[in-house]
């Protein structure tokens, strides 16, 4: 199913560890809705960097969340957040500054352990940028260089 021109519902649902553990990841219709807000902020955020983004993740139905330990609150539950790079433009910090640069609405942007950018829309966008360098240290408020200072 083509949400958008660039965004197919396979590259928010696919997942190898669904397949591994035959989880189906199939989203129920009020997901599908979320989805297709979530894809269309994709495109912005395409649009913006210039360069075809890559999603690791997408939605995650309640069961696959478990298997791969995410929080139960996650807004990848709800089909609202994916998970992406863009090799193409740069670095996850260089994404993710691009990002709170723009006049994207977005909900929730945040660096991941300098790996992945994670972002996320939904119909009250709160426009919160966040960093996570360490599981234990958790969620740091603002966009974080890897010496623990504000990117503006
Ligand atoms: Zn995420």
Redesign the pocket.
Known sequence: MQLTANFLLTHFTASETAERSTIDNSPPPDVLANLARLAAGLEEVQALLGAPINIS?GYRCPGLNRAVG?SAT???VLGM???FTCEAFGTPIAIAAAIQASDIAFDQC?L?FNR?V???FSPNPRGRVLSIYDSREGYLEGLRGTDGNLIA
């Open positions: 993740s995410g996650s807004q990848h957040a994916a998970d945040i991941e992945w994670h972002i996320s």
